[in-house]
């Protein structure tokens, strides 16, 4: 297995490390309960190293862009980051990006460690059909990915930096640290505030005493606690966020995953706009009426959590099926979210899951689940 820059740092917190996506990550430190609430409350710090971090530059890189991203490109600012989705032809989802623009041809892609080198194939195939003139540089492993996330963590980023939290939401600042420099986004995947640094690997151990600098991570009130992949799950669920093989796949149309956002049918009329990968596929969909099932929220009666796989029934009707649950941490309640045929996915509708054990009673709700106090 692959190791992160911040390995150490786990072991040395007694991280329960687990191999995800070819990665050796902790999946938990104190328990994912603690954790969850720690991040909700306070602040927690990921290791998000194992997401790849693709560079591209060159002549032809904002057309190339344009013809990968499902999200218009052309007309980002220097210093902004928008979330897009990597189609195929058919309209599925390859996988969900973060882009950052920092000149007219220089970006990059934060993509999902498990479709990093599924996508620099898909890259390499998007540039050469265009005969496009730009370079590709995969920096996953030289580089460091790490966010700080929680209510109080844009306090404590004030000490260090009257810049950032004047940014706003899926801005960057580049910032210096001694003889490099770091990447500092406002974005995340908790539904808390916070940042997302990307930096040289060789300079983790030296950033982590800064941003860490006077805390103590063991003591019971801290600020600021390392937090694993399992909570991070459930804090992604809680704010409603698809994760790639549960709300987003190959086989999962686009206009299914509650992302409509994310996806601009139009960007070829904009000025400097092309056709993005699976363009085709996804006008049909809607000259169709639509996409068969839709992304939903679900809320239970008990504790008892759903699971992926697990089908969704309205009366004797099967509707769909559940793609991600939780009990959530904050709520004290069992949430899901799932794909239910788009006619049933009213508001209010009762609803039951089969677990393969019994039965789950429950109703659709408006998502996110939870939304951070601004």
Request: proline residues 3%; hydrophobic residues 40%.
């Amino acid at each position: 297995m692959l190791r992160t820059p911040l390995y150490q740092f786990h072991v040395d917190n007694n991280g329960s490390m687990v191999d995800f996506a070819g990665w050796e990550m902790p999946i938990r430190y104190a328990g994912i309960h603690e954790e969850h609430k720690q991040v909700r409350t306070s602040g927690g710090l990921f290791d998000v190293s194992h997401m790849g971090r693709v560079k591209v530059t060159g002549r032809h890189s904002r057309k190339f862009l344009e013809r990968l991203c499902t999200r218009k490109i052309s007309d980002m600012q220097t210093g902004q980051c928008r979330y897009s989705l990597v189609c195929n032809e058919g309209g599925g989802v390859r996988d969900d990006v973060i882009v950052y623009r920092f000149d007219e041809d220089d970006f990059l892609i934060v993509v999902n460690a498990s479709n990093r080198e599924k996508l620099l194939g898909h890259f390499e195939q998007v540039r050469a059909a265009g005969d496009l003139t730009l370079k590709i540089d995969d920096q996953t492993k030289d580089t460091a990915m790490i966010a700080v996330q929680g209510p109080r963590v844009i306090s404590m980023v004030e000490k260090f930096s009257k810049e950032i939290p004047a940014l706003k939401r899926y801005r960057f600042a580049i910032k210096n640290l001694v003889v490099t420099k770091l990447i500092v986004s406002r974005t995340g995947y908790t539904g808390e505030d916070g940042v997302e640094v990307i930096l040289p690997a060789s300079m983790v151990g030296f950033a982590l005493k800064m941003i860490l600098q006077g805390l103590d991570m063991k003591s019971a009130d801290a600020a600021v606690k390392p937090i694993g992949l399992g909570a991070r799950d459930t804090l992604r669920m809680e704010a409603s966020m698809p994760l790639y093989g549960h709300e987003l796949g190959e086989e999962i149309n686009a206009l299914s995953s509650g992302v409509d956002f994310a996806i601009s049918l139009d960007k070829d009329q904009m000025e400097r706009g092309e056709r993005f990968v699976g363009m085709d596929a996804l006008q049909r969909t809607m000259k169709e009426g639509g996409p068969a099932r839709k992304l939903a929220g679900m809320q239970f009666e008990g504790k008892r959590a759903a699971r992926q796989g697990n089908i969704i029934k309205i009366g004797d009707s099967e509707v769909g099926v559940v793609t991600s649950g939780c009990l959530s941490p904050t709520l004290g309640t069992s949430i899901a979210m799932g794909f239910v045929d788009s006619a049933r996915t009213v508001v209010g509708t009762s609803l039951v899951v089969d677990t393969g054990r019994g039965l789950l009673e429950g109703r659709i709700v408006p998502m996110p689940f939870y939304k951070a106090a601004k």
